[in-house]
């Protein structure tokens, strides 16, 4: 194991909080002491990363982020894989921006797992530590714990083509394991498996994860493993922080048009005049939080009820006017795209969708229940 | 029914030359197969039993083609001494060319080998000013007239040679006219064939092995050797085959730069040209031999590797 004990700890003094401008929010872990404290910055041709990260030890970070956001360069440059070209890294209060990979505390699960295929399951789990010293024997006996603890005692003396996608993903698992690192990296852990199997592996991989004790930095694009596995979400776009905070509040309080994509919400960004929210373009959405100055308002597509005519009564002056753009079927509910003056997406049973007679192109009247509708400050 | 078939259609192509489409409609099935691909001329019967549709401009220049490649290898062997090939196998002196020459193809693969494959992968995995013009020069004695090479190597290491004389001055080391010269000869001839497939090869291997090897631990060179090579085994594999039998048959190089003394250069090339001056007999068992070799090794890379790579 590399050594990363307190005497390099004296060098994490100056430059704290260099990154603190990209950050989404205030550090709300110490990272002075030990886990990860990094700016990455790496530019590729035009394309320019720049992202402030910090992890306290046993907690696991997502990057979130659309394909091309950064996220997949940034982990790169944590392993060592991609110099930086600006920012620091720090881990456990040592820079670790000039060291190679193979010198770094660091283990890394690639997105399609990369296993050594001339390798055997426990020759494969057993590459770090005889890479870092450890006798033949003990490496191997070393390796067969892992596995153990991955339920693969059985599938040792396999190559990786004789195993399944879910079982080569708890190899590389216990392979990045094995070393010890002091930061686990895991890309796309899930996006190589299919949907049954990928429900399995989410579930055992959170428990790893949950039982790891020092920083795990995990990149998805899907937010579902974001939620399940992290313990705070980081949202990357075009190489910038957008977004962080804990799953809850980033599938609660989406601040960009993706994140609410990803999480499923209507989201609109304006300025806030008590249970109001006055939308950039004119509309004026009334809302179930009393605030004043610039906000975003989100609110489900559950909180849209459409109609054929406009409604007469209590919901009569919140109805708007809008053309079906698209239908989409989720599970026993119809999603419809809507554009007009606010642009909207509703869901409704597919009973309901029947009746209304929705087509591409048809108008219906849109209304959005401002019980869930939630401003929160922009 | 297949005949039935195949009457419709030709009733079809035969009468109506002049809608394509209509026999396809009309006669529908695999049937319709024979003058579809037949073209322009399904109107005539013949030309509908060739199923796969050569045309004879092609069909023609391409037997030629193969009775120019196997003829002499028939010839060879029609023309071959049968009986007295015992006695002239059994002479001392074929034996010591073929051994000479399975040992200095052996020695210049190896050779080839231990510098063929790091350059190898120099040229697939490191990026660097001048790459290309490097790989252009790696692969300049693949085109180059092996003559030339001799010449180039008796310029370099020759007793007056650039390097050959600190060689000789220094450590008294004389390659040219030497068994080590054949090595050196059949070395710089064989190792560009090595160098490319093994290149080759490493193109294709994904590098983020090597990747994956690092994050776990291991420097670049354990990254290699550990990770790298065990894979790329196949390309490596085959161009050593590749480098031995085009050692194996060096010739030009091999007498510009090492001379042709039986015993310490004179390998099996060399014996079959001189062999044919005053023994022809000789000449040819001597090839055959060489033949015999050549394809148990075309036999041994079809089997294992070239099916892999």
């Not at chain 1, 929010?25 to 990363?49: H, I, N, Y």
């Not at chain 1, 989201?267 to 975003?296: K, M, N, Q, S």
């Not at chain 2, 995995?125 to 001048?130: A, D, I, L, S």
Request: proline content about 7%; aromatic content about 4%.
């Amino acid at each position: 194991m590399t050594g990363t004990a307190g005497g390099a700890r004296a060098t994490a003094g100056p430059s704290v909080g260099a990154g603190e401008e990209t950050a989404g929010g205030p550090g709300e872990t110490g990272a002075a002491e030990g886990g990860l404290d990094a700016r990455l910055v790496a530019e590729r041709g035009t394309f320019r990363l720049d992202v402030a990260l910090r992890a306290a030890p046993g907690e696991v970070v997502a990057l979130l982020g659309p394909n091309g956001s950064g996220k997949t360069t940034a982990l790169r440059a944590l392993a060592g894989l991609l110099p930086l070209t600006g920012g620091h890294l720090r881990l456990d209060g040592e820079d670790l921006e000039r060291r190679p990979p193979e010198s770094r505390p660091v283990g890394v699960v690639f997105q399609d797992y990369l296993l050594f295929p001339h390798l055997t399951a426990v020759d494969n789990v057993a590459f770090g530590p005889r890479c870092r010293g450890t006798a033949k024997a003990r490496a191997r006996a070393e390796a067969r714990a892992w596995l153990d603890r991955m339920g693969l005692a059985d599938h040792a003396g396999k190559k990786p083509r004789g195993l399944s996608g879910g079982q080569a993903q708890r190899v590389a698992l216990a392979r990045a394991l094995a070393t010890r690192p002091r930061l686990l990296l895991l890309d796309e852990p899930l996006a190589a498996l299919d949907a049954r199997t990928r429900l399995d592996v989410r579930a055992r991989l959170r428990h790893h994860l949950a039982g790891f004790e020092a920083v795990a930095v995990l990149v998805t694009h899907e937010p579902l493993d974001a939620m399940v596995l992290a313990d705070r979400v980081v949202v990357v776009e075009d190489g910038r922080v957008v977004q962080e905070g804990s799953p809850a509040d980033v599938a609660r309080r989406p601040r960009t048009d993706y994140v609410a994509r990803l999480v499923g919400l209507n989201l609109y960004r304006g300025e806030a005049r008590g249970h109001t929210v006055r939308v950039d373009g004119g509309p004026v959405i009334a809302t179930a939080d009393d605030l004043t100055g610039p906000a975003f308002v989100a609110f489900p597509p559950g909180a849209v009820t459409l109609h054929g005519d406009r409604p007469t009564g209590s919901g009569a002056r919140d109805a708007r006017r809008c053309a079906v753009a698209g239908l989409e079927s989720h599970g026993d509910l119809v999603r419809v795209d809507l554009t007009g003056e606010l642009p909207l997406v509703s869901d409704l049973t597919t009973v309901a969708a029947a009746e209304l007679d929705l087509r591409p192109g048809a108008t219906v009247w849109a209304v959005v229940d401002a019980a869930r509708a939630r401003a929160y400050r922009a | 029914m297949t005949p039935a078939g195949a009457r419709a259609t030709g009733a079809a192509a035969g009468s109506g030359t002049a809608g394509p489409s209509a026999a396809p409609s009309r006669a529908g099935g695999p049937p319709a197969a024979g003058p579809r691909t037949g073209g322009p001329r399904a109107g005539r019967p013949g030309r509908r039993r060739v199923r796969g549709g050569v045309p004879p401009l092609l069909l023609l220049p391409a037997l030629a083609g193969l009775a120019f490649l196997v003829l002499p290898l028939v010839a060879l062997l029609l023309r071959a001494p049968w009986r007295g090939m015992p006695d002239l196998l059994a002479g001392a002196a074929v034996w010591q060319a073929l051994q000479l020459s399975l040992l200095c193809a052996t020695a210049a693969t190896g050779v080839s080998l231990v510098i063929g494959v790091p350059l190898a992968w120099l040229l697939a995995r490191v990026e660097f000013p001048g790459r290309r013009l490097l790989r252009a020069l790696v692969t300049l004695p693949l085109v180059l007239p092996p003559v030339v090479g001799g010449v180039a190597l008796l310029m370099a290491l020759g007793r007056n040679g650039v390097v050959g004389q600190w060689l000789d001055a220094w450590f008294g080391i004389t390659l040219p006219f030497t068994t080590a010269g054949v090595v050196v000869a059949e070395t710089f001839v064989a190792m560009p064939f090595l160098v490319i497939s093994v290149e080759g090869t490493l193109r294709a291997a994904d590098p983020r092995y090597e990747e994956a090897a690092q994050t776990l631990g291991a420097s670049r060179f354990t990254a290699f050797r550990r990770v790298t090579l065990p894979l790329i085994a196949p390309g490596v594999a085959a161009g050593a085959v590749l480098a031995w039998a085009r050692a194996l048959g060096e010739f030009g190089a091999t007498i510009t730069f090492a001379g042709n003394f039986p015993g310490t250069t004179q390998t099996m090339p060399l014996a079959v040209y001189l062999a044919l001056q005053n023994d022809p007999e000789a000449a040819i068992t001597l090839s055959l031999v060489l033949l015999a070799v050549s394809v148990a090794v075309l036999a041994g890379l079809r089997d294992r590797w070239m099916r892999s790579t």
